[in-house]
């Protein structure tokens, strides 16, 4: 029989990648609290209708990558299925569940962040994978250009404590409200127009669907011609402009290095004024940008609810872990802080009920309970990388000491056989380094 696969582009996650997953959630999380975020959780199936009225049909996102379905209805009603779809990404769905949920009502103030996994049907390279994860968060209800910088400095402050903010740069850039938006894409169609010919097949597309997406195209003939484009910034209303140097002058007070990227635009239609990327170099090969996000002060309205300013942002999981594994980042602190090795049924016994009491503190214990001798458990302890072991045979149950090893050192120090005893040595040598 042939072996079974995961579907092409989705990964299997084993503990020796995921110590470095759970480092980079765990800093977002503290993170994002930090700055006054709280979490949000939303269903991964979304009625297809979220991403199409809010990212936007003519985004590559909803004309090619959604794996969209029909969820069957309910029994005995053919006619009442709904198509549904793997969430590609999380801010329509997020803006769906607050509208749902009454919580964006007048002069609503709210931010919320996301962990969790996203699909698209992609094809499949390192660091562009058909399920993916994402952190993030949204604020709502200001259009004040300080949370445009609390967005930022809030990426900033999570690569900075992963140790990638100097291998990271931010880039920036500003597209206007939609009325000038209107303009520019005028300008946009008229100049590609003209050199159509040059333009890659799925650029012609753009062309008619999402001319400002031609601007992100990877296509080099695409790019080349993109560079003599008539850019955003030249069809700034004085408010728009205001909003954007205001913008730079926040980052500027905070001391976060940016670039402004005057042709950076980001692939999905509700956008308005900032946009920015935060592209890695390291690591990433051509899937280079490790979080992007902006303005987006029209989606509220455009899902249903009252016209609400809001910013945020999407990083992805995968690409920031394979950035910290190029630069070389430790993997974090899963291995065993003390072996028990039980030298026969009565030290046994007493590793069993000493791992009992110390795991319900928190400390990690290895303890064998396939009953093998005291040479194969010290081997695997060296091997599972454990701190510290302790011995326990008839001599340490009768006098209640043991001798608590140092795997590194091999130092060795008396130690009373109790869960407090043992604890406080483990601790305090962690503690010491
Ligand atoms: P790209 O230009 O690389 O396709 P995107 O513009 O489609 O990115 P966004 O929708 O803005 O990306 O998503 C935000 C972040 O999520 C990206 O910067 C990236 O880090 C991550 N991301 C997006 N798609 C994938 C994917 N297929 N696999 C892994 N990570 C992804
Ligand atoms: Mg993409």
Not at 89 to 106: I, Y
Not at 216 to 236: C, E, N, T
Not at 345 to 351: K, M, N, P, S, Y
Request: aromatic residues 6%; glycine residues 12%; contains cysteine.
């Amino acid at each position: 029989m042939d072996q079974l696969r995961a579907v092409k582009g989705m990964d299997d996650l084993f503990e020796s990648d995921l110590s470095l997953w759970r480092h980079v959630e765990l800093v977002a999380r503290e993170t994002f609290l930090a700055y006054g975020f709280g979490e949000i959780r939303t269903p991964i199936l979304e009625e297809t209708a979220v991403f199409v009225r809010g990212v936007g049909e003519g985004t590559d996102i909803v004309h090619k990558e959604m794996f969209t379905f029909d969820d069957g209805g309910r029994p005995g009603d053919k006619d009442g299925t709904t198509s549904v779809c793997l969430r590609p990404e999380n801010t329509a769905g997020v803006v769906r569940a607050m509208l749902e949920h009454g919580k964006l009502f007048a002069d609503a103030y709210e931010q919320v962040f996301y962990v969790g996994p996203m699909f698209r049907r992609e094809q499949p390279q390192a660091g562009r994978r058909r399920q993916f994860h994402q952190i993030g968060c949204e604020a709502f209800g200001t259009s004040e250009p300080g949370m445009d910088v609390a967005v930022m400095a809030c990426v900033h402050t999570i690569l900075d404590r992963l140790g990638l903010s100097s291998s990271t740069k931010l880039l920036l850039n500003t597209l206007g409200d939609p009325a000038e938006r209107r303009g520019y894409t005028d300008a946009l169609v008229a100049y590609f127009s003209a050199h159509e010919a040059r333009l890659s097949d799925d650029s012609r597309r753009r062309l008619k669907e999402n001319p400002l997406r031609i601007l992100d195209s990877k296509d080099a003939g695409d790019r080349a011609l993109a560079m003599a484009a008539p850019r955003p910034v030249d069809f700034l209303s004085d408010a728009a402009r205001a909003h954007f140097d205001a913008v730079c002058a926040g980052l500027t007070r905070l001391s976060i290095p940016f670039s402004r990227d005057p042709f950076l635009v980001r692939g999905l239609d509700y956008y308005t004024r900032t946009v920015f990327e935060f592209v890695g170099e390291a690591g990433l090969g051509a899937q280079s940008t490790v979080a992007a996000g902006g303005r987006y002060d029209g989606l509220v309205e455009t899902l249903g609810g009252r016209p609400t300013p809001a910013v945020g942002f999407a990083g992805g999981v995968e690409r920031l872990v394979l950035m910290l594994k190029a630069v070389g980042a430790p993997a974090h602190g899963v291995a065993p802080e003390l072996a028990l090795v039980g030298a026969d049924d009565g030290g046994r016994a007493l590793c069993e009920q000493l791992a009992f009491g110390l795991r319900r503190q928190g400390v990690r214990v290895v303890v064998d309970v396939r009953g093998r001798g005291v040479k194969a458990q010290m081997k695997s302890a060296d091997k599972s990388g454990a701190r510290h072991s302790v011995v326990v045979g008839s001599a340490e149950l009768g006098s209640g000491q043991g001798r608590v090893k140092n795997m590194a050192t091999g130092d060795v120090s008396d130690v009373a056989l109790s869960v407090e005893a043992l604890r406080a040595v483990v601790r305090a040598a962690h503690a010491g380094g």
